[in-house]
Nanobody, 116 residues
Framework: QVQVVESGGGLAQAGGQLRLSCIAS????????MGWYRQNPVKQRELVAE???????TYADSVKGRFTISRDNTKNMVYLQMNSLKPEDTAVYYC??????????WGQGTQVTVSS
């Protein structure tokens, strides 16, 4: 079993930046990819960015060029640097760990609010 816990988030103005962190614990050796998803009241949960254990990254079109995902395998952590924030980035952001057996572990979520 893998557990993930997010930190960071909060309130930012449009054009500002925030950084999210996520630490994994438990059977971390089973983790294949880690990523960030977000959900707001009018949208289903969507992928924001993902990074594999080999460092391959995937981004949603809406955040390309503004957000950067990175991973520190020695600390079992993944980060999401969010720059040039927009009000439409407002959502609850969830950390995800996907293991090689096809299972997913989710954090509790952290609120990101961007004011215009």
């Amino acid at each position: 079993q893998v557990q993930v816990v997010e930190s960071g988030g909060g309130l930012a103005q449009a054009g500002g930046q925030l950084r999210l962190s996520c630490i994994a614990s438990g059977r971390v050796s089973s983790i294949n990819a880690m990523g960030w998803y977000r959900q707001n009241p009018v949208k289903q949960r969507e992928l924001v960015a993902e990074i594999t254990s080999g460092g391959r990254t995937t981004y949603a079109d809406s955040v390309k060029g503004r957000f950067t995902i990175s991973r520190d395998n020695t600390k079992n952590m993944v980060y999401l640097q969010m720059n040039s924030l927009k009000p439409e980035d407002t959502a609850v952001y969830y950390c995800n760990a996907h293991n090689r057996f096809g299972g997913d572990s989710w954090g509790q979520g952290t609120q990101v609010t961007v004011s215009s």
